[in-house]
DNA sequence: GTCCAGGAGCCTT
DNA sequence: AAGGCTCATGGA
């Protein structure tokens, strides 16, 4: 089956999917990939693939969306749809963000990435996953840690590109602690196992309808989720049918970015985190992750 | 050998 | 509130 969906400009996909992808870098096994022209992503309820191409042009995007299914009803279908459209963010407006960055040194950024967008993550429990990995490690082996876990234990849907269903806490329950360590994933072992264990089924959905301050507080209640993860994950998640941009997940890599475009001089990380995230506070307000994105984007 | 990566948690001042 | 220490692991 085949749909098509209009999109917001500016989107520029290429651009969206080149970035995105190289941010992550020696990926292996995600829950979705892009071959240079479609974006593939797998979906486990309803249990589908979906490909999606680009037909439109920038200032007046027009996606098409291809569903791989034994068979999904139409309120299914519908369901898959609006997926893709927030996994992609076609619906986003940056315009806002754009005048707001037009004002600030992070102009000439904004202007060169005109029209890019952040693909969301596939599923809240795969973003908690990602961010506890990505804790105190290099990129490069965040990432080999979770496509570790991705092949131990979640599920591989065998369509055109090697694709992942995105993980589920029953994947990671039989874990065990030293299992998962032989993923090289250390101290986050038992954080994980413990998400797995303690993560609701309902969680997601409740989650999706909290204010961010309070979906926050619920995340960091998971031991190995502070700050930092907790924004992260509900960075690309969902609130009430729209993408949450009032979060400010600034790491040590970033941090250094940020502070440089905005000539932002502190020498202790943790006062030049609360620094730029003050800063992100008063210029972007309720879109500073986007500022976050933007500037994480930027070295691309 | 030392330092530190897209942190978190706990314990002292 | 702010600063120190520890937690695994591998690459520079």
């Not at 994980?192 to 926050?216: C, H, V, W, Y």
């Amino acid at each position: 089956m085949r749909f098509e969906i209009e999109g917001k400009p500016p989107y520029d996909f290429y651009l969206t999917m080149e970035k995105n992808f190289a941010i992550r870098r020696s990926e292996r096994a995600f829950g979705d990939t892009f071959d240079g022209k479609k974006y593939f992503f797998a979906l486990r309820e309803p249990l589908c693939e979906a490909e999606v191409s680009f037909t439109g042009r920038p200032e007046e995007p027009v996606f098409e969306v291809e569903l791989f299914a034994d068979r999904l009803s139409s309120r299914e279908e519908g369901r898959v749809l609006k997926k893709a459209s927030m996994l992609l963010g076609v619906d986003e407006s940056l315009e806002q963000f754009y005048a707001l960055a037009e004002r600030t040194e992070l102009r000439e950024t904004t202007e060169r990435l005109r029209g890019l967008h952040m693909i969301q993550f596939n599923g809240l429990f795969n973003a908690i996953v990602l961010g506890i990995l990505l804790q105190n490690a290099p990129v490069k082996r965040s990432m080999e840690m979770f496509s570790f876990v991705s092949e131990r234990y979640g599920k591989r849907i065998e369509h055109k590109k090697p694709l992942y269903l995105p993980l589920s806490p029953e994947d990671l329950q039989k874990a065990g602690i030293e299992d998962l360590k032989e993923g090289k994933l250390g101290y986050r072992a038992k954080y994980i196992q413990g998400l797995a264990e303690n993560f609701d089924k309902t969680l997601e959905r409740r989650i999706e309808l909290m204010s961010t301050e309070r979906a926050k507080k619920e995340l960091m209640r998971f031991d190995g989720v502070g700050n930092y993860t907790a924004e992260f994950a509900l960075f690309g998640s969902t609130h009430r049918g729209k993408r949450r941009y009032d979060v400010f997940p600034i790491d040590s890599w970033s941090l250094g970015i940020y502070a440089d475009i905005f000539s932002i001089r502190e020498e202790k990380r943790e006062k030049a985190k609360a620094l730029c995230r003050k800063h992100a506070e008063e210029h972007f307000g309720p879109l500073m992750g986007l500022a976050f994105w933007y500037v994480m984007m930027s070295t691309f």
